[in-house]
């Protein structure tokens, strides 16, 4: 607890508190000065936090800004090990350039960067990401995997898991990296790795969510959903936020010590699992049935002449229900 701001301290005993706290108990509760703690009640109620003080009585939180912040997200959390360091920015061109500046200058990793809007979001193959300002969650965590690197392949199944629990039950994943609610895409991850100075590797998982938006760009159209709209009501981001980290956290022993979990999970959440498809790598176009995924995470497409095609990346277009002829 001694490691943590005097904010975070502070919002998280607050947020723990049923009843109001007279100051003297929250510093008891925090283990900090007094005078810490009035100085921390000024810092909140500046930065947005609706905090009541009561004569008599104490300080009790009524609602926090709608803005992600970085003592807030840490007050949510328990010993997040994949983010030790949360930094928010109001706007960057993009948190996986952030985070990847920050593994080449030699950063130990475990930090999670998050940014309200993106001026240069982008998705796999370089394609624009369309980051609206405040409406959904635009995230890159920085890591050094303690993995073999012929085995960080297995990241984007250890993400796709995580964003689609995150995401809610009828959350699908398309692979390999984008989630759908109701066959449209709600939230996709980009891997990208490199190595700093020092020619160790590190890796950057960058994932956007669409969380409350309620209009896309129109080449978007019929393509893109977000969670406000899936389920009808505006979603608290900070929340959301929190709960992903929790979600990813929970899983990130399993891409060591037990990596089929995920597969078996990633396949009963999968959206194209069964079904006929067209993937396309490079300049080929591969079509079968998609009939499951190796032990690295990879797909593989039964053929129509019999044969199991191992694909380690493409894209995919799914046909109607057939049998190949």
């Known amino acids: 607890m001694a490691s943590l701001a005097p904010d975070t ?3 998280r005993a607050l947020r723990n508190a049923e009843v109001h706290l007279p100051p003297g108990d929250l510093a008891a509760q925090c283990g900090l000065p007094l005078s810490e703690v009035h100085a921390s009640l000024a810092r909140l109620t500046a930065a947005g936090f609706q905090i009541e003080s009561r004569p008599g009585f104490g300080c009790k939180l009524l609602a926090a800004p709608n803005r992600l912040i970085a003592d807030d997200l840490h007050a949510r959390l328990e010993d997040c090990a994949i983010a030790r360091e949360i930094v928010v920015f109001e706007e960057t061109s993009s948190t996986n350039d952030v985070a990847s500046n920050l593994g080449r200058a030699g950063h130990p990793g475990d930090v999670a960067i998050f940014a309200e809007r993106q001026t240069a979001g982008r998705g796999r193959f370089g394609r624009k990401w369309s980051s609206a300002s405040h409406e959904g969650l635009w995230l890159s965590l920085l890591m050094r995997p303690e993995l073999p690197l012929s085995h960080w392949p297995r990241l984007t199944t250890w993400a796709g898991v995580s964003v ?6 009828k959350a699908r994943i398309k692979w390999p990296n984008d ?3 109701g066959g449209k895409k709600t ?3 980009l891997i990208e790795s490199a190595t700093d100075a020092a020619g160790n590797a590190f890796a950057v998982v960058g994932i956007g969510v669409n969380l409350n938006q309620t209009e896309f760009p129109p080449e978007l ?13 505006e979603i608290d981001r900070a929340e959301f936020a929190a709960a992903l980290l929790s979600e990813l956290n929970a899983r990130l022993n399993n891409l060591v010590t037990d990596f089929q979990s995920l597969l078996t999970d990633a396949e009963m959440r999968s959206a194209i699992l069964g079904k006929w498809i067209e ?5 080929e176009i591969f079509s079968g049935i998609a009939e499951g995924l190796d032990i690295d995470g990879n797909l593989l497409i039964r053929k129509a002449d019999g044969i199991l095609q191992r694909m ?4 995919i277009s799914t046909k109607p229900l057939q049998s190949p002829q």
């Open 9 to 11: 301290l502070l919002i």
């Open 221 to 233: 159209s019929g393509l893109a959903t977000s969670l406000r709209l899936a389920f009808g009501r």
């Open 279 to 283: 993937l396309h790598s490079g300049s």
């Open 187 to 189: 939230a996709g991850i």
């Open 179 to 181: 989630v759908l609610i």
């Open 312 to 315: 380690t990346a493409g894209e």
């Open 164 to 169: 689609a629990a995150a995401c809610g039950p």
